[in-house]
């Protein structure tokens, strides 16, 4: 091969790096619907999203309490259940008003979606206290959709230590930015939404501690059933034998948990900068340890709230991770003397409380798959 004829072949090899950036570069910044993004993934649970823009963008109905965490939260905190009791208290707001709860949680751990819902709702609406879910130790995995709901500049800027869905979420992102752009020109030819219509509307407030429901659909069979008692030792027992805090190595843990440690900061640091208050609940699964294993993260940024003697009921338990419907409400009515404190007291326990829209009445039964 001439030298003449390898200059040809490197130019038009640049030349087809080039366009091929250019092309995938155009991908990014095609124009889209953020109601369509948070719409678009509708597995499970997850169709929850657009409930969660619809409840920041156009209810607006006050977010005072504002739970954010897994499915832990999502199936174990009746919100309305904490804002009833609440206001039963004489716990009082503005002047007198009741206060809200309203539970954003959502399933599976990894604290960069926990930033994506936490920073949707303190960015765009005034809250008074936040509640950051908290196990036994924080997870050194990314959530699993985080780049289904992540704006393009949340996954290209994500921390690359630890990161192991990087590459993943890089790759999927000009092919998504497509499909969103596509959608958001005709929302409804994709079963979306194109514009909020409160008669199609889940509440201001959905308790998914009895039923996971979302558009209204019951997404799960009731979740009244008590778990196993001796599975539910045998799995304690299991866990606590495979545990491992330090994959890495105790010297190298700040490295190791340095994924959540970003998110959880950027979750403290902003509630900072809103005048938020921070509460921790400690959620964990049955059978673990009275605390976090490691309180340095949470130490002075907001008090940790739990109720363990609930925890260790064998009866409150769906399964080993979940409480059930009976121990949901227990723990409901705990949080609310735990939350009590955040707010002014002295208001009338029998007014009146304004909580917003009404959950739907009825539910499309499930069906199983």
Known sequence: MTPSEQRTIFRLFALGAAIMVATLAALLVLPHSRYVLWQDLRTEAYTRFGWIYERVHFDQTPIDIAFVGTSHTMNGVDAAAVARALAAGGAQVDGGRCPTATNFAMPSYGRNLHWLIA?????????????????????????????????????????????????????????????????????????????????????????????????????TPPRTEVFDPAKLDATARAEAGSKNLNMMGKRFEALEYAYPRYYVNQILDLAKAKGVKVVFLYLPGYGKPPQPYDMSLYAGRGPMISANDLLARKD?????????????????????????????????????????YAPRKTLKPFTHP
């Open 316 to 356: 409150y338990w769906f399964d080993a991770a979940h409480l059930n419907a009976n121990g949901a409400q227990a723990l409901s009515g705990r949080l609310a003397p735990l939350l009590a404190n955040q707010f002014a007291g002295g208001g009338a326990a029998n007014r009146v409380c304004d909580f917003g």
């Open 119 to 219: 920073r949707e709702v303190l960015e765009n609406r005034p809250v008074k206290v936040l509640v950051l879910e908290v196990f036994e130790n924080e997870t050194r995995k990314a959530h699993p959709v985080f780049s289904h709901v992540a704006d393009a500049k949340d996954i290209l800027g994500a921390p690359l230590l630890i990161n192991l869905n990087y590459a993943h979420d890089i790759v999927r992102l000009p092919f998504r930015q497509a499909s969103l752009a596509v959608e958001s020109l005709a929302p409804a030819q994709f079963g979306l939404k194109s514009r909020f219509d409160p008669a199609d509307y889940d509440g201001s407030t959905v308790d998914n501690t009895r039923v996971v429901n979302a558009d209204g659909v019951a997404l």
